[in-house]
């Protein structure tokens, strides 16, 4: 290639990324990108049209319609001048003349033009269709959204005809598959492709892929207000008569699965205190409680209270009140009734009379977060060490859990194992799909994933299915929304599902600090701060709590807290120094506040867990949508001592 001087060019002089957030760099990699939001548009109509001139009366008309015509003459002529001045040596490629303006392309590096080049046997950059064109240059000028809207339409059409041509070359099912899931993922209404993914999985023998990929089909048709054609309702119509029946069966046999828990009535203590104080404690636990699938509840009654006959249940929760002048205290006591009515977790509650029946409902809450881990993680290890002769679906899943909270690898990989298994012998089973899903997020979050794509697309696969078969579980819509959030880059999609999950069970603190974290990916820190340190507050004792310390760790560290991300992250460090996320913000922390000695010791022990670990590919995963937030964390990372490759 040669420079606009005859010399052979070294490479480009203007980096240009217009697909999201508008990128523009140097030749040395410098941000060169103008601060006047319309000199930014200026250059991308520039680059848009290149080595076309443009007419400097078409740039008024689209970015300054509302002008005089020598008013908007005047504010083109700032924009070029801004220009000439920020661009540097890429000014070389800027010609203007009195009538036009237009960019040379010899050394201009524009990322649409990889949708011009590619060919069906090139892989799609799928990063171009995460996020629309210009998507921070909206709202500028009634002429240039409609200008902006046409271009998008033009580079969505592009990706589909690529995608499509992909998809008919393909040479096997697996690559149908995969040239499918990106026509989707351009396209999410486009039936051919979803006919195209059943297909490929069916040819593939893999029924229940083809399955997910039906309701998948339907769920995203019917949110378009479309219905899914004939055709494609023939392809698995067998299938789909076969899930009705086998959801039928065993929606019984899940439910005589679940673990079972007694509620007392509440005792009340000492003289002082008064049998009508919260007479709905146990009720509201229920309530609370039940709203956590795996867990069927039941209240007993003040006669079985006074016997104390011990009820058939694996546990018992128990409640009694104590009252001073002006305040009352309530213990609540959970009691494994398998292993000699153990207590194996209590709290207490302590307040003003001022408003009990706030009280009642802090104390259901928080009740309820509190125990789910903890029956979780008790009944696996109990599962584990004596397993059943014949396993079902919920036993295999209970199995896996301990290992997937404690995050260490062999087991990680059993845990895996365990929850394939439960969804192979139950297809219809929403957690076991909830819970697997969850597995691949962490295992591509860890760099465990031998191949990060098709663990991503599977952990989406299951997260979906988890919901299509029970809309009502609120953590498989958590986990669903966090998948879109972290492993697909949508966290406006993951915040509506995530406000669903909590609508479903506001005692899970899982959903909260998956909301927060949507909330911290779209920049709203504040937002993100509050929903995080709700998790924290109902279950502060969480076999996860390293992960909603990491998760805080994020938004203080993109508002500029550094002391208290530094704490959150160290928290979380001491925790499971196993969990590489935290490594990465606490890495960044450090060098943000310029702290070499310590930096160099996260950093050697961040690439002994992930070796392949750089600048570009924490900015390839990270599914920050602020530009600036990119940068800061950029940052972080580079004065820490992190390569950029």
């Not at 443009?54 to 008309?61: A, E, H, I, Q, Y």
């Not at 005047?74 to 801004?82: C, D, K, N, P, T």
């Not at 800027?94 to 050394?107: F, V, Y």
């Amino acid at each position: 290639m040669a420079d606009v001087d005859g010399s052979v060019a070294a490479g480009p002089l203007l980096r240009l990324t217009l697909c999201g957030q508008m990128q523009a760099e140097d030749s040395a990699g410098r941000d060169i990108l103008p601060r006047s939001r319309k000199t930014r548009a200026v250059l991308a109509v520039l680059a848009l049209a290149a080595p076309k001139p443009v007419l400097r009366t078409r740039l008024t008309r689209l970015l300054w319609s509302a002008r005089a015509s020598e008013q908007a003459r005047g504010s083109l002529r700032q924009s070029v001048y801004e220009l000439q001045h920020i661009l540097g040596d890429a000014v070389a490629l800027l010609r203007t003349t009195r009538d036009h303006l237009m960019l040379l392309d010899e050394r201009l590096w524009l990322d649409t033009r990889r949708l011009s080049s590619s060919t069906p046997e090139q892989s799609i950059d799928m990063g171009m269709f995460r996020a629309p064109l210009l998507e921070d240059l909206d709202g500028l000028d009634p002429a240039f959204d409609i200008w902006l809207a046409e271009q998008r339409r033009q580079i969505l059409h592009r990706g589909i005809q690529l995608a499509e041509a992909a998809l008919a070359a393909g040479q096997d099912a697996n690559d149908r598959r995969i040239s499918a899931e990106q026509l989707l993922a351009i396209e999410q209404t486009h039936e051919g492709g979803w006919q195209a993914l059943i297909r490929a999985n069916l040819e593939l023998r893999d029924r229940t892929a083809a399955r997910l990929a039906y309701d998948r089909c339907v769920n995203t048709l019917a949110g378009a207000g479309l219905l899914p054609s004939r055709e494609t309702s023939e392809l698995l119509r067998s299938t789909s008569e076969l899930g009705t029946a086998v959801t039928s069966a065993t929606a019984s046999a899940t439910a005589d699965h679940r673990v079972r828990l007694y509620i007392l009535p509440l005792r009340v203590l000492g003289s002082n205190s008064s049998g009508s104080l919260m007479p709905g404690l146990a009720e509201e636990l229920s309530a609370a409680i039940s709203r956590f699938r795996w867990i069927a509840c039941s209240v007993g009654s003040a006669q079985s209270q006074a016997g104390w006959q011990v009820p058939d249940a694996d546990y018992m929760l128990d409640a009694t009140l104590q009252r001073g002048s002006n305040r009352v205290r309530v213990i609540v006591r959970l009691l494994d009734l398998q292993f000699g009515s153990n207590v194996v977790w209590a709290h207490s509650f302590d307040s003003e009379t001022t408003d009990l029946l706030a009280l009642q409902r802090t104390i259901a809450a928080e009740t309820a977060a509190h125990i789910d881990p903890q029956m979780l993680l008790r009944e696996g290890d109990r599962r584990i060490g004596r397993p059943s002769a014949v396993p079902h679906a919920f036993d295999l899943t209970l199995r896996a859990i301990p290992s997937i909270y404690r995050l260490e690898p062999s087991g990680f990989r059993a845990a895996g194992e365990l929850l394939a298994a439960a969804v192979d012998l139950d297809p219809t089973n929403a957690a076991a799909h909830a819970w697997w899903a969850y597995w691949h997020l962490l295992q591509v979050g860890q760099a465990w994933a031998t191949d990060s794509l098709a663990a991503t697309q599977r952990a989406g696969q299951l997260a979906e299915r988890a919901v299509t078969l029970d809309p009502g579980d609120a953590r498989a819509l958590a986990l669903v929304g966090h998948v879109r959030a972290f492993l697909h880059r949508q966290p406006e999609e993951a915040c509506v599902l995530h406000e669903r999950a909590l609508s479903l069970n506001p005692a899970l603190p899982l959903a909260w600090c998956y909301s927060g974290l949507a909330q911290c990916y779209l920049g709203l820190h504040d937002a993100a701060i509050m929903q995080i340190s709700r998790a924290q507050t109902l279950a502060p004792h969480d076999p996860h709590a390293f992960f909603f310390d990491t998760a805080l760790m994020m938004p203080y560290f993109l508002r500029g807290d550094f002391e208290k991300a530094l704490v959150s992250g160290r928290r979380a460090m001491e925790l499971n120094p196993g969990f590489t996320s935290t490594h990465k913000g606490y890495l960044a922390t450090l060098g943000q506040l310029g702290r070499v000695t310590e930096a160099a010791r996260v950093l050697a022990r961040l690439l002994d867990l992930e070796p392949a670990f750089c600048i570009r590919s924490a900015l390839q995963r990270s599914p920050m949508k602020r530009l600036s937030d990119q940068r800061l964390y950029a940052e972080g990372l580079r004065r820490a001592g992190l390569p950029e490759d």
